[in-house]
């Protein structure tokens, strides 16, 4: 099976995620029976009869390019025992930032045809909960198409059957076809790698695409909640006077989203201490599925996501006001407003030599250098607000909570609260010595 060029570029490693689930006697299917792991395991490989890429390989076929090699060697399925520790134990989850031992770890030394594409975890606590955890290949699925397989796996572990098979022809993003145009009318400035920090002496225009990146230095991570309330005094500060024409356009207000982001763009730019000159960058996730023309089909099971960067010296994101932040990243968003952008961005991708500068091994190897880093000065920014995260029931209730892990500098998400009041939590991983002084600013900045 052809990857379409959405697949082979970006993160090509596995995305983590985490479900908790308390024990119930209520429920048909019960944390505690004997005889829930075959259980688990039977209707999984029933459901990847329907989702068999998942069972399949990566399959390099050089110039940094990919096949997907649907040859059912399978999905690897851990068994693992807690006895000792509770639900409790964990404490408040939504404030737990340690769920590494609870999701299956991929073996990243070996060679790359050999990592399965779906690693899944069964973790058993001593209070009869459990933790079910995903390890998943984004080279095969983006978020949504991820969460439309956990989906439909809890419903056959229900005994409902597959509700919405999979499309799974990736010819609609032309996967494995020759560019349309050799000479698309494309800015590869899209694809450029994210500023890197300034050195003394030494001219910015260089620096944008040199220099070591600051993986090894010590992180840490917060999860920030903030109100609805606190989440409306943003977006009036967003959307209050003092807009430049470039964060004015239609005259919309700026989204939860756009809000969100710049003012976690700009506490960063503080707590860092960038330079005002210096320049950064925030990388957004734009979901092209109804952005192409025709519309991707509703079940597409693949990547349908593009890395859009906004930018911006990190004296404006600082002093200037938080509509300037959040224009940039409505821009940056607009660009791939159509089905232009994204086809001539997909020629784009085709026509080059290798893909390998476009993709991101850093989450599999520190020494890596090549591919975007959203690190210091950057941020990379998921949001998780409109997909349904949450309600993933496989017969024994609804998780308690779901989490996942963030390893680098930079790594944020955007999650919706747990209590249905309008909440968000902003998931964020910076170095130690930039987090308290994220902290003060990200509470401290909003004014009314």
């Known amino acids: 099976m052809s990857l379409s060029e959405w697949d082979m570029i970006g993160a090509i490693t596995h995305v983590p995620t ?3 689930y308390r024990s119930s006697t209520s429920t048909r299917l019960r944390t505690t029976d004997s005889g829930l792991l075959d259980h688990l395991k039977d209707s999984l490989a029933r459901t990847l009869v329907k989702f068999y890429p998942l069972a399949g390989r990566l399959e390099p076929i050089g110039r940094g390019r990919f096949d997907l090699d649907c040859n059912g060697l399978g999905v690897l399925f851990i068994e693992a025992e807690a006895q000792t520790t509770s639900l409790d134990d964990l404490g408040d989850l939504s404030c737990c930032t340690d769920f590494q031992p609870l999701i299956p770890e991929v073996d990243y030394d070996r060679p790359i045809g050999e990592w399965p594409l779906l690693l899944v975890q069964v973790t058993k606590f001593g209070c009869g909960g459990i933790g079910l955890g995903f390890s998943i290949s984004h080279a095969v699925v983006d978020g949504l198409s991820a969460l439309h397989f956990k989906n439909e ?3 056959v572990t229900r005994g409902e059957g597959i509700g919405t098979a999979p499309y799974l022809d990736r010819g609609v993003l032309r996967a494995g076809l020759p560019p349309v145009s050799r000479q698309p009318r494309f800015d590869p400035a899209e694809f450029q790698r994210p500023p890197v920090l300034l050195p003394d002496g030494h001219n910015r225009h260089f620096c944008m695409h040199a220099g070591a990146k600051p993986y090894h230095h010590e992180t840490t991570v917060a999860k920030l909640k ?3 309330t606190k989440v409306q005094m943003l977006k009036d500060m967003a959307n209050a006077g003092g807009r430049t024409p470039s964060s004015t356009f239609d005259g919309r207000p700026f989204s939860t989203y756009e809000t969100l982001t710049a003012h976690t763009w700009r506490c960063a730019c503080k707590a860092r201490k960038l330079r005002p000159d210096q320049p950064t960058s925030v990388g957004v996730c734009v979901d092209s599925r109804r952005r192409t023309s025709p519309p991707l089909p509703d079940a597409y099971f693949g990547n349908a996501v593009l890395d859009v960067k906004a930018a911006a010296l990190a004296g404006d994101v600082v002093a200037r006001p938080l509509g300037f932040a959040a224009g940039k990243i409505r821009k940056a968003v607009e660009k791939a407003d159509s089905s232009e952008f994204l086809s001539s961005a997909v020629d784009y ?8 500068e476009f993709q991101d ?3 599999e ?3 890596v250098d090549d591919g975007p880093f959203f690190g210091m000065p950057n941020l990379g920014v998921i949001s998780w607000l409109r997909l349904p995260m949450v309600g993933l029931d496989f017969g024994f209730g609804k998780e308690v909570y779901m989490g996942s892990t963030h390893e680098f500098d ?3 998400m955007l999650l919706p609260g747990r209590d249905g009041d309008g909440a968000i939590v902003v998931a964020i991983c910076l170095r130690v010595d930039h987090m308290e ?3 003060r600013c990200f509470y401290g900045d909003i004014v009314v």
Do not use: E, I, Y
């Open 18 to 20: 985490v479900f908790f």
């Open 153 to 155: 796996w809890a419903r």
């Open 226 to 228: 903030m109100t609805k």
């Open 349 to 356: 991708l085709k026509n080059q030599p290798d893909l390998s």
């Open 361 to 363: 091994f850093h989450a």
């Open 365 to 367: 190897d520190d020494d």
């Open 410 to 412: 930079g790594d944020t």
């Open 437 to 439: 002084a994220f902290k």
